[in-house]
């Protein structure tokens, strides 16, 4: 079971301009922020960025994302939208990607940092 997902950031203030209305659509909330941290979750910390400790800037993995579970596709279009309108990056428009499997309905954006998001419904609406 994961306990909690990080991704670095350089400007804690910047990703929460961006996270605030982007992990909302998601029900996500903030719980927590610091000088070197802003963490969000539904109660507990779930997902959080932070300015990493070795001091060296952040940078995106090649190959990892983090895919946050929506309830439909209104919610993944929402999502994508609010993304792009805080200050994210395109990096797969909402639709069907049928080479997971025939209901996998998603988008794909870029944080300010690079990072890459999914959100993601299985549901037909």
Known sequence: MIHHVSLGTSDVGRARAFYDPVLAVVGFRLIRQDGEA???????????????????????????????????????QAFHRAALAHGGSEDGAPGLRPEYNANYYAAFVRDPDGNKLEAVTHSSR
């Open 38 to 76: 802003v963490h969000y979750g539904t109660g507990e910390i779930l997902f959080s960025l932070v300015v990493p400790v070795d001091g060296r800037p952040a940078s995106p993995g090649n190959g990892v994302h983090v895919a946050f579970a929506a309830q439909d596709k209104a919610m993944v």
